[in-house]
């Protein structure tokens, strides 16, 4: 029997992307949702619990009243939103985090999808807080360029309309108090003792994204170089399917955002010397950072080839 799935916020960009990677699956069952009843408690409570694997794609308020309107101990959740990233009790939806990550989210009852900058960020830098390159002390500096398309429909409506103010023509630094919803997840699951100073940047392209962490060699352990730091990452994600590490000296000249778009591959590439380093994650917010993310936790869960729909 085919697993039933139901997307609920399936009309919002995260959603609109799963329904695009399902729609033309035949290993699977989606449930759908009248339009005129899509914001029915009772409609949406009777297909959650219906579902063998639900994907929230909802604001952080609404997900929790989700998970609370399933009422049987079966249905599996896959949460888009900020709300459970570290909660007790969900697992984190980062297969090739860590060694044992792709067991437990195998698993998994609950499961809380990352945030598209703290992929980045984390795909840098956890590897190295694991491998004892990084201090959980050191006080670690990222920023990351992204497309529009990850500020949701209201953003992308901003950037789209014919009207628009001249000034989103160019790079928009934001997050400017420093307290941005993918920090606690960042700091987390890199195991960081501090909070990352972490500067967002979005720029006039849909989809798309580069998130760098930059390093002072002397604060990392030991005779530590942009090499050694190259050679630790390309072991530890040795035979992923959709991590891959550049060659080091590989890359001249510029690294563009927008290349992995409409994948769920994420390159890491390490550039730097004997003093500093820069460690950046090029891959799709929408694919790798967020729907493409969901789908292969899906059919890491559900047993089916992880690459299916991707």
């Known amino acids: ?13 995260t959603g609109l992307q799963i329904y695009d990677r399902l729609g033309g699956r035949d290993d699977i069952e989606l449930l759908l949702i009248d339009d005129e009843k899509r914001k029915d408690t009772g409609e949406r409570k009777k297909l959650l619990n219906a579902a063998d694997l639900v994907f929230l794609c909802l604001p952080d308020a609404a997900a929790r009243e989700a998970v609370s309107l399933i009422e049987n101990g079966s249905t599996r959740v896959i949460d888009a939103s ?32 990352p945030g598209c900058h703290a992929t980045g960020f984390l795909a840098c830098a956890a590897p190295l807080v694991q491998m004892g390159i990084l201090p959980k002390s050191y006080p670690a500096t990222c920023y990351s360029l992204t497309g529009y398309s990850g500020g949701g429909k209201k953003m992308i409506a901003e950037y789209e309309d014919a009207n628009r103010d001249a000034l989103l023509a160019y790079p928009g630094t934001y997050g400017l108090t420093l307290g941005h919803k993918h920090l606690p997840e960042m700091t987390y699951y890199a195991q960081l003792e501090t909070a990352p100073v972490f500067c967002p940047v979005v720029d006039d392209y849909y989809e798309g994204m580069a998130t760098t962490v930059m390093l002072h060699n002397r604060l990392l352990a030991e005779h530590v170089t942009a090499e050694t730091v190259w050679r630790t990452l390309d072991d530890y994600y040795t035979g992923e399917r959709f991590i891959s590490v550049a060659p080091f000296g590989g890359t001249a000249g510029r690294l563009y955002s927008g290349v992995l778009a409409g994948t769920n591959h994420l390159e890491l590439t390490v550039s730097g010397n004997e003093e500093r ?10 694919g790798k950072g967020a729907s493409g993310a969901a789908v292969q936790n899906m059919n890491i869960m559900l047993g089916f080839d992880e690459a299916a729909g991707l």
Request: hydrophobic letters at 40%; aromatic letters at 10%; zero cysteines.
């Open 1 to 13: 029997m085919r697993p039933k799935i139901y997307i609920d916020g399936k009309e919002g960009t």
């Open 82 to 113: 900020t709300a459970h990233r570290v909660a007790p009790g969900w697992v984190y939806g980062f297969p090739e985090l860590f060694p044992d990550q792709r067991q437990a989210v195998r698993g998994a009852k609950r499961l809380a999808n």
């Open 277 to 286: 380093t820069i460690v950046t994650a090029r891959f799709d917010n929408l």
